[in-house]
C-alpha cells in the first residue's frame, strides 16, 4: 500500500508507523473471545520510521513485536470484517522488543490457528 498516494499520516520524531493486518481465527469456542489476540492473527508491518530513529535497527517491511499493552499514538482503522481487518497505528519507536521477520520461502501469515479450539 502506497502511503504517498492516500495522504495518510507522516510520522514525525522518535515513532514508527505500523500496520496491523487482523486475520480471522478459523476456529473458537463461543464466548471464549476476550480480545482481538483470540479472534485474529495479527501480522504488525513498519510502514513509515520516524526522522529520529536510530538507523539500521528497523527498517521498512520489518514485523514488529511490542507489548500487549503498548501505547498506540494514533490509530486509524482502515477496513474492519469479522475474517479481516487493517489498522494502522503511530508507536514510539523504544516501544519494539523485538523484529520476527518470517523465514525465506516461510509463509508471511498464519492462515488458521495451529490449535483446535473445538
Not at 495522504?7 to 471464549?32: A, D, S
Not at 500487549?68 to 499514538?73: A, E, S
Not at 498464519?110 to 473445538?118: M, R
Request: charged share 25%.
Amino acid at each position: 500500500m502506497n502511503l504517498k498516494n492516500r495522504n495518510m499520516i507522516k510520522v514525525l520524531g522518535k515513532r514508527l508507523l505500523i500496520k496491523q493486518e487482523l486475520f480471522g481465527k478459523k476456529k473458537l469456542l463461543i464466548g471464549t473471545a476476550k480480545d482481538d489476540q483470540d479472534l485474529f492473527d495479527i501480522v504488525q508491518t513498519v510502514e513509515q520510521i520516524g526522522p529520529d530513529c536510530p538507523e539500521g535497527l528497523v527498517e521498512i517491511g520489518d514485523h514488529v513485536v511490542f507489548p500487549t499493552y503498548v501505547q498506540f499514538l494514533s490509530s486509524k482503522t482502515i477496513k474492519r470484517t469479522p475474517e479481516h481487518g487493517i489498522i494502522f497505528s503511530v508507536i514510539h519507536f523504544d516501544d519494539v522488543i523485538a523484529i520476527d521477520n518470517p523465514a525465506p520461502g516461510e509463509d508471511q501469515v498464519i492462515k488458521e490457528s495451529p490449535i483446535d479450539l473445538v
